[in-house]
């Protein structure tokens, strides 16, 4: 019995790996893509901030403007801010509810936004992490065609990832790659404070 089951097991493992690399064949392409990452739950930044782990692990050069966050003490910013692949800009006014000034918060969102603006021009950098972006553009605080165009003519061979709830259609419809991720259960919701290391 147990042989028989072995035996389905090794052929099924077969017909998948057939498969998966005749999939891996087809994909020839290569070239910068843009992800997008969105949805109401827990894990967006941190996916981001991964996939800029593992690019640093390849040598590669990288930069990061985070829109919204600024006034805590984040782990990604003290952990990348000095490394020497890695150009960190942080728009440091932090969540749009706590400034209460929608004219500040524009002045700052432009300014972040013209540094993303010179990496997105910049053939040398690899990967451009532009954390919680999709704010700024909901918000209306910089011009969304203006902000598409940037991405769109970047250079041929750099990795944009854009982060944030509610991205908007115009965003997706452009991405290579897009991952939504679902609020199932969150600490916060049942009066957990937000956790060093898990949530900054």
């Known amino acids: 019995m147990e042989t028989d089951r072995n035996l389905r097991h090794k052929r099924a493992m077969k017909r998948r790996k057939a498969h998966v690399d005749s999939r891996i064949a087809a994909a020839t392409e290569d070239r910068g893509l843009l992800l997008v990452l969105t949805g109401n739950g827990k894990g967006k930044s941190s996916s981001a901030f991964g996939m800029l782990a593992r690019s640093v692990g390849h040598g590669m050069r990288c930069a990061v403007v985070q829109f919204i966050k600024g006034t805590w003490e984040c782990g990604e910013h003290l952990l990348?801010?000095?490394?020497?692949?890695?150009?960190?800009?942080?728009?440091?006014?932090?969540?749009?509810?706590?400034?209460?000034?929608?004219?500040?918060?524009?002045?700052?969102?432009?300014?972040?936004?013209?540094?993303?603006?010179?990496?997105?021009?910049?053939?040398?950098?690899?990967?451009?992490?532009?954390?919680?972006?999709t704010y700024m553009l909901t918000y209306g605080y910089l011009d969304k065609s203006a902000v598409l165009e940037t991405i769109g003519t970047r250079p041929s061979r750099q990795h944009v990832v854009i982060t944030g709830r509610n991205a908007s259609r115009e965003l997706l419809e452009i991405a290579d790659t897009v991952s939504e991720v679902k609020d199932v259960r969150h600490a916060f919701n049942h009066g957990v404070k937000a956790q060093k290391g898990l949530d900054y």
């Open 80 to 133: 990348f801010a000095e490394h020497p692949l890695v150009e960190f800009h942080v728009m440091g006014t932090g969540f749009t509810w706590e400034t209460q000034d929608r004219e500040s918060d524009i002045a700052a969102a432009k300014q972040a936004w013209s540094k993303a603006e010179t990496l997105l021009a910049d053939e040398s950098v690899q990967l451009v992490i532009l954390d919680e972006l």
